[in-house]
């Protein structure tokens, strides 16, 4: 992808957030320069995966198969064994009308998916097993308040201030229908690198194209930064 579509990705979510009243903080801003001048944040970020992600689910193809991800705090998983700390981690996501995530579930993380704003969010489920095969039965979830029973393949559609619960094991897709949806995600805490297990796997994204300076810093772009802190 290239630095200018990427940079273009995330204005256009940092306006997503302001139409529908979610305040980014402010390393939601920052340049490279900015993050070279907070040495000590950028290793905390890079630690825990925190800023901006655009994910391209298939090569070429962001408008229809992609999502802008902002991380907004994430504790340590290694802290899940203590049963104290920070336990627990913050999303922000932004699909444009149609943009449609994959089917992906998880073997630790328990979610909640909120729609904070702006069309309709749907959400896909199949109850999955340890290899990541349909089991073809249906799943339980907690849609708000209630517990809904979702058939293998079924749909659960969130309206703005609706919220589903999803468990491990739950694999699920979703996309926006009517609109941009401004999305949350609130969890327990994990590690995406080893937590997010895509059906069919994911091709590992291209470098970036840098066909312009990058106006944020990305979560790939992390390592790179603190390397050269530590030069």
């Not at 089917?103 to 199949?126: A, P, S």
């Not at 690198?193 to 059906?199: G, P, Q, R, V």
Request: with cysteine; hydrophobic share 40%; proline share 8%.
């Amino acid at each position: 992808m290239r630095r200018s579509a990427l940079d273009s990705a995330i204005d256009a979510a940092r306006s997503a957030c302001q139409r529908f009243g979610y305040a980014l903080p402010p390393f939601a801003t920052w340049s490279p320069a900015d993050a070279q001048a907070h040495p000590r944040e950028i290793v905390a970020m890079a630690r825990a995966g925190l800023g901006w992600a655009v994910a391209e689910f298939v090569p070429g193809r962001f408008e229809s198969d992609g999502l802008v991800v902002f991380t907004v705090r994430m504790g340590d998983p290694a802290l899940l064994g203590t049963g104290g700390g920070k336990l627990y981690g913050e999303k922000v996501l932004v699909a444009r009308d149609g943009q449609r995530t994959p089917h992906h579930f998880h073997v630790v993380k328990t979610e909640d998916i909120i729609n904070r704003g702006g069309g309709r969010f749907v959400v896909e489920l199949v109850g999955v097993d340890e290899q990541g095969h349909p089991t073809g039965q249906p799943v339980d979830v907690v849609k708000d308040v209630s517990v809904v029973r979702v058939p293998p393949g079924g749909r659960v559609v969130l309206e703005p201030g609706e919220s589903i619960q999803l468990d491990p094991y739950v694999a699920h897709a979703f996309w926006a229908e009517g609109g941009t949806v401004l999305a949350g995600e609130v969890s327990l805490v994990n590690d995406d690198a080893t937590d997010n297990h895509f059906i069919p796997g994911l091709v590992a994204p291209a470098p970036i194209e840098e066909d312009e300076p990058a106006r944020y810093v990305t979560v790939r772009d992390l390592p790179g930064l603190v390397a050269r802190l530590r030069r």
